[in-house]
């Protein structure tokens, strides 16, 4: 596609219930990322992807997190039993591949737990 | 692994004058470095990038300014515009084949 897509863009889910978000990286890029961006703070590092391996998962917060790929196309990052602390901005970037270190990000799914 | 500091964590300009942002990383094989703008509720953007074999890079009124040495490295925004109000980001990146690692980000406003 044109660029990165994520889905959905916002998300209300009761404490207790898992959630997934989609991305959707762009046409040809073959490494994605997942970051966390609290209300007011910066991005945090989750996790990324070269084509469908991921070589570094050092930055999920728990176990409840979890990422896959399928291919070098859409990923889905898994969120088990949300807490209230996992309300936050989830974004999403593809770049061509691991090397090539021109980001274009989603629009991000905002994600809030009640 | 890679971490980044930013400073200040806001600033407020009035329109014309010109604000810096400064960056430090620790590891010092990162080789890429570059700024995110993201403007509220939207995306973050890259604005400029700088890599490890060359001091300063130019775009127009936005510069950046590496220091390997002391690993740090700066934004610069010259005669600055209302529109730049926005949160900046600094990024880098560690041992090769790795995310960026970001810094917390900068609260720019610049008033008229």
């Known amino acids: 596609g044109a660029g990165v897509s994520q889905s959905p863009s916002n998300k209300v889910t009761e404490k207790g219930k898992d959630v997934e978000l989609r991305c959707d990286p762009i046409?040809?890029?073959?490494?994605l990322y997942w970051y966390r961006q609290r209300l007011g703070q910066g991005l945090e590092f989750l996790i990324y992807?070269?084509?469908?391996?991921?070589?570094?998962k050092s930055g999920l917060p728990s176990d409840r997190f979890s990422a896959e790929r399928t291919g070098e196309s859409v990923s889905t990052l898994t969120i088990q039993r949300t807490q209230q602390e996992d309300s936050a901005v989830y974004l999403c970037?593809?770049?061509?591949?691991?090397?090539?270190?021109?980001?274009?990000f989603g629009s991000g799914t905002r994600l809030t737990v009640v | 692994g890679e971490n980044v500091e930013q400073h200040p964590s806001t600033l407020s300009v009035q329109e014309g004058d010109s604000a810096v942002i400064k960056c430090t990383y620790s590891?010092?094989?990162?080789?890429?470095f570059p700024w995110y703008k993201q403007e509220l509720g939207k995306r973050p953007q890259l604005i400029i990038d700088i890599r490890s074999n060359v001091g300063e890079k130019k775009d127009q009124r936005i510069a950046v300014t590496l220091n390997k040495t002391a690993k740090h490295f700066s934004l610069h925004i010259t005669e600055t515009q209302p529109e730049d109000s926005a949160v900046y980001f600094c990024a880098a990146i560690g041992q090769a084949g790795t995310a960026l690692i970001f810094g917390k980000g900068t609260t720019l406003s610049v008033s008229s």
């Open positions: 970037a593809s770049s061509l591949d691991i090397h090539t270190y021109g980001y274009t």
């Open positions: 992807f070269q084509g469908n391996s991921a070589p570094d």
């Open positions: 046409s040809g890029h073959t490494a």
């Open positions: 590891d010092s094989a990162s080789n890429y």
